[in-house]
């Protein structure tokens, strides 16, 4: 008696499952999500960041889990050059895989899932490059 | 000696208090937010194609705080901006504060060309 009830749950789930991958796609893609920033002024990276100044104030964001894999999938594999678009894998790990569009760069690496970064100078709002781009492959 | 060195301790203190509580390092904070991937605009949302897709985001707390701090001064004579809210923007990114619901900024991308877009209405 259990097992049937456990089957026909097991099935009724993956019915709902399904159904609901199939209608609800689209909507899937939002939800709330934790990540990390940092307000810094020079260029993203240790070396040469320095404290924000007034004219000269940046703020990159980090990203994981699934706010990043949709960002990732999103932005798409399609090599295109012309956009400044397009996924390549590092030299150094080819199991890394890097997408980037424009200032927007995601990986996935096989160790820690997906990953995206980008940000804003703050003092003129035009996005610029989050996390460097060096830290790709790192 | 000791007078120097007593000097000395107190001039580092002095230093470290002038810094603020929180002297700038190269750290990342967290912070928490909220996405959006949809075709269409803003104000009409349609499911997203190849041809049309985009992601506004949504911040709030610290980050949305110092964020706002370094973009001002306050928009004025614009729809939202009166007494309670106070708005700031540069570009696409934009800023508000209001005593009732504390910091936020919103800004989004087209991800088909990669530019910045705005992640608000307003």
Redesign the interface.
């Known amino acids: 008696m259990l097992k049937r009830v456990a089957i026909t749950l097991g099935v009724s789930c993956c019915l709902l499952t399904a159904g609901g991958v199939v209608s609800a796609a689209w909507t899937d893609m939002q939800g709330d999500f934790p990540g990390q920033y940092i307000i810094y002024g020079g260029y993203p990276d240790k070396e040469s960041a320095r404290a924000p100044s007034s004219g000269d104030t940046k703020v990159a964001f980090s990203i994981r889990g699934r706010a990043a894999k949709d960002l990732f999938d999103s932005i798409g594999p399609a090599p295109r050059p012309e956009l400044s678009r397009g996924e390549e894998r590092c030299e150094t790990n080819p199991k890394v895989r890097k997408r980037r569009l424009e200032t927007i760069a995601c990986r996935h690496h096989p160790k820690d899932g997906y990953w995206c970064t980008f940000g804003f100078d703050l003092s003129t709002g035009l996005a610029v490059w989050g996390k460097s781009g060096d830290a790709m492959c790192d | 000696m000791k007078k120097i060195f007593a000097a000395l301790a107190l001039m580092a203190c002095g230093a470290a208090l002038a810094r603020g509580a929180h002297p ?1 390092a ?13 075709g269409g605009t803003l104000s009409e949302q349609v ?2 194609t190849k041809r049309s ?1 985009n ?1 506004a985001y949504y ?1 709030k707390g610290a ?1 949305a705080k ?2 706002f701090e ?2 001002g001064p306050d928009l004025k004579d614009v729809p939202g901006a009166d007494g309670e809210q106070r708005i700031r ?5 934009n800023c508000s504060f209001s005593p009732r619901d504390g910091y936020s900024c919103s ?1 989004g ?1 087209d ?1 088909i ?4 877009i705005a992640g608000t209405e307003c």
């Open positions: 700038w190269f750290e990342y904070r967290p912070f928490t937010g909220s996405y959006n991937i949809f499911p997203p897709k992601i911040v980050v110092q964020m370094a973009m923007q540069r570009a696409h990114v800004f991308f991800l060309t990669g530019t910045s």
